[in-house]
């Protein structure tokens, strides 16, 4: 049974058994006695004890555990005995110096001896074996190229990124041994000097060494093996950086001007708070997806730097479990809102009106769109919405979500049926919002103007408000839509609606559940035509069509439809409409 000791190395306890203490305690004593006429004695006494702390903390894995004989044997190993070095270096200049006992391996440190402004620079310098001015040319050209973003990457490396203080961690940072001849090197010659002594030191004899030492084949495809699966770490890493610094920036950008302009409140925030149905302040949702999103994106961002930066300072566990309960709070704050704005859009429902077209049935009845200049030069219809101003200079809701079908009816009177939608959290709420939309017609002889948007008041939200509007016209009768309803009119021909986009611009008789085209080209051979004189050309490409055949020419796009016939010329687009015959040149516009 062994007796243990508590000893107190550099600052920090120990437990030691007797037999390890006795050892440490002679290795000790005669360090001191190597160094009793040295210049600058205590400070490379106190660094040596420090280093030694050091590697003891490494090899101690819990509060309790006793260094025994054979740690300190190991750091004697690696510290190198008293009689191996001289503290008269100049006694043996020229003579070979001892093999170091194990490969020194660098570490990231800050240094801020030679900074201007954290020695983050400088640091990588050191670590990455080359000159600190092209670190910092690089640093700059990429804040540059990155709108700013490697500002916030300094600054975390500022933090997180260790300063290197004693001289065992200017030796690490530099890739020296720490051993009692480098500690007594490094504190005689000043810290002035370290960038000096790393340039000075001569890697090409140490590479000889190293390339002289006996190698099997093996461990040296394992080493290179090992030396792409770390280079192929580090860029993971640095995707994880850039990836976390990149969202972290764009997310600050984000919450910064939605949380302070809803304090003084611009006029794009009306969008925000014309969808925002749940009554929670903008700032206060802008900070939810901030902490929800953010945190994750910044432990991606710490996790990048531990891949790059081996001893990274940790944050942390008070830090990492207040950021923890920070985000389960907006996680579960964010998640409530969203059910709520979910439930406010859950139900909808469909208010109906219906009223009688009286026109003289015996003419056509021309149908086209009416815009709003005041509001909007545009007809083409949108499910997109607006907040502007009614002539009572009231702030309202201007949607063009508005579709219209058309159907045939046996009775002798046109009907046209307006269905108003709206959504809400309940029936009874999406019906009352459904009410308030407001949407007008105007019937003048036999034309039927039909408004292009529809109006709510901003109170009432945006609710996914829409109008379909229904058109039931007598069957024998005749009918022309504009063009400019183009946008407004279904796509195919079904039970829904017999009038398709492509009927606009032409004169349809209204058949029993159907429509046929008065005044539309044919579109094969004249019966009566001779088909070796016949002309039969179709060109479809998607965007527009050009019909010729022997009854004339019609090109049709998404701008203007021209047909040119025995009959004469027409040409129809959103605005104009020509046409040109026996009688003359009509021109109208809107």
């Not at 969202?247 to 304090?263: E, T």
Request: proline fraction near 2%; charge should be negative.
């Amino acid at each position: 049974m062994n007796k243990t000791v508590n000893i107190n190395l550099a600052g920090t306890f120990f437990h030691i058994d007797e037999d390890a203490y006795q050892k440490l305690q002679r290795y000790l004593d005669a360090i001191k006695r190597s160094f009793t006429d040295s210049q600058g004695r205590s400070e490379i006494l106190a660094d040596i004890e420090a280093r030694i702390a050091e590697l003891f903390n490494e090899r101690v894995k819990h509060d309790k555990q006793v260094i025994s004989s054979k740690e300190v044997e190991d750091v004697i190993a690696i510290m190198g005995q008293p009689e191996d070095y001289l503290v008269d270096d100049e006694i043996f200049e020229d003579e070979p110096k001892a093999k170091p006992l194990f490969k020194a391996s660098k570490k990231l440190y800050r240094d801020t001896s030679n900074s201007y402004i954290g020695g983050v620079a400088s640091g990588l310098a050191h670590y990455l074996g080359i000159d600190s001015i092209w670190v910092r040319l690089i640093w700059v050209l990429l804040t540059f190229g990155s709108a700013g973003t490697f500002i916030l990457i300094y600054i975390l490396f500022w933090i997180l990124v260790p300063e290197a203080v004693t001289t065992a961690e200017k030796l690490t940072m530099t890739g020296e041994p720490v051993n009692i001849s480098n500690i007594e090197k490094k504190i005689k010659k000043g810290f002035e000097d370290v960038s000096d002594t790393v340039r000075s030191v001569d890697y090409e004899k140490y590479g000889s060494k190293v390339k002289s030492t006996s190698k099997s084949f093996f461990d040296t495809i394992g080493d290179i093996l090992m030396f792409f699966l770390k280079l192929f770490a580090k860029f993971i890493g640095f995707i994880l950086v850039l990836f976390g610094a990149v969202s972290i920036f764009a997310l600050l950008i984000s919450v910064l001007s939605l949380g302070s302009s809803s304090f003084f409140h611009p006029w794009w925030m009306d969008y925000p708070d014309a969808v925002n149905t749940t009554g929670l302040p903008i700032w206060l949702g802008s900070l939810l997806v901030f902490f929800t999103i953010g945190i994750p994106c910044f432990f991606i961002l710490y996790l990048g730097l531990k891949i790059l930066i081996n001893n990274l300072k940790s944050i942390g566990k008070p830090a990492k479990f207040t950021l923890l309960g920070i985000w389960l709070i907006s996680l579960i704050g964010l998640i409530t809102v969203g059910i709520k704005q979910a439930s406010d859009h859950a139900l909808d429902s469909v208010v109906t009106q219906k009223e009688t077209l009286f026109y003289d049935t015996q003419d056509t009845l021309h149908i086209t769109m009416v815009k709003n200049n005041k509001f909007n030069r545009s007809i083409r219809r949108s499910s997109d919405f607006k907040i502007v101003y009614n002539d009572n200079d009231e702030k309202v809701i201007f949607s063009r979500d508005i579709r219209i079908n058309v159907r045939s009816t046996k009775d002798s009177v046109a009907t046209i049926q307006i269905e108003k939608e709206s959504k809400g959290k309940n029936f009874l709420e999406a019906k009352d919002r459904a009410e308030k939309i407001m949407y007008n017609y105007t019937l003048n002889n036999n034309t039927l103007l039909l408004d292009s948007y529809l109006l709510t008041d901003y109170v009432n939200k945006y609710r996914e408000q829409n109008i379909q509007i229904v058109l039931y016209i007598p069957e024998g009768t005749y009918v022309e839509f504009n063009r400019n309803m183009r946008s407004y009119l279904q796509n195919h021909k079904s039970a829904e609606s017999i009038i398709t986009y492509k009927d606009s611009s032409h004169i349809m008789k209204i058949l029993n559940d159907d429509a046929n085209c008065i005044n539309c080209l044919d579109d094969g051979l004249d019966e009566d035509s001779d088909s070796e004189n016949s002309i039969d050309l179709n060109i479809n490409d998607g965007n527009g069509s050009v019909k010729i055949n022997n009854k004339g020419l019609k090109i049709k796009n998404d701008e203007v439809d021209i047909e040119i016939s025995s009959e004469g010329v027409k040409a129809n687009s959103e605005e104009v409409n020509v046409n040109i015959n026996e009688n003359g040149i009509n021109i109208t516009s809107e």
